[in-house]
Each structure stands twice: as C-alpha cells, then as structure tokens.
C-alpha cells in the first residue's frame, strides 16, 4: 500500500537529533493538513519522531518499514497549536556522577551496548510507554541518550505518566569522558 504524501523528507543514515531537526523544518515549509513522508535508517526515529509530534501538536499518522527504511508520516496541524516544549527540569552530565537517582538511558539497545554509564538503566524510548511500571517513581530519574533531544521527549512522557523528580541530563552521551561499560 502506498500513502500519498505532500513532501518528502530524505534522512536516511543520520542519527538522533538529525532526523528530528530536518524534520522540523521540513515541516515548517507545509501549510497545514498537508502530509510530510520522513525516510529514515535510525531505528531510533520511530519513537522519537512520533513523541516529537506529539509535543508540538502535530499527527504523528504511522510508520511503514519497507527493506531497513523506517517512513514516518507525519500530518502538520495548526501553527498555533505547535509550539515546541522543552523540559525546563535538566542537570548538567558531571552533576549525575555519584547521586542516588537512577540514570535512565532511552537510547536504543545497540547504542547501550557499545557503551553507558555504570549503573544506567535501558529502556529505549520507544518501549518507554510499556515499561513505565520498571521504575520507581519516588526515586529521582536522570534520563540521558546521545545528545539531549531524545531524552528531552521521554522527561516529557514521564511527567505525564506522574513522575515528579525527573531531570533531563545535558549534554548526553557524545559528551561522557567518563569509563564507558560495554555489553558486548
């Protein structure tokens, strides 16, 4: 089956935050009810791209895979409805060395493999919503993936599933010089 789409939006081979940044302008450029078809080859980007969406108002409609290319469609709506959040609660990446939170790392399996923080605990962003009962929601949560855009959107998703002592960690992973624990 194919789905008509108005624009599209070529972002295969990039990773996060790339596919979200092209994205957002790509979006810009549509006037509203128009359809924008994101290729992509980050498996990341299923989740990301659809929670992005949902931040700012606009339908995040599906995504077909079709041979290693994930096609997000996303419908703009409204421009005053989609107006971005970030999550005003952060911490800087030295200042989560050492506290008694737990580091919660949303990037996917494979980059966890390659390399995390001792003691951080995977959930990719994509299983967040599924998994949400694994963690405690008295205990302060410090959530990390490789720049700071993806765990901006799982902060987001975790205050309104009724987390109150989440803190999106800045700058993320690419920024980390301390000992990295490999499972692989």
Known sequence: MSIKADFQLDAKGLSCPMPIVKTKKAMAELVDGQILEVSATDKGSK????????SVGHQYIGTVEEDAVLKHYIRKCAQESANEKTFESTIELEQIVGRDGLILDVREEAEFAFGHIEGAKSIPMGELEGRLSELDKEREIYVICRTGTR?????????????????????????????????I
């Not at 989740?47 to 949902?54: C, F, G, L, P, V």
């Not at 998703?157 to 499972?183: D, R």
């Open 47 to 54: 989740a990301d791209i659809a929670a992005w969406a949902e």
């Open 151 to 183: 765990s901006d959107l799982a902060a987001q998703k975790l205050v309104a599933n009724g987390f109150t002592k989440v803190y999106n960690v800045l700058p993320g992973m690419t920024s980390w010089t301390g000992e990295l624990i490999k499972t």
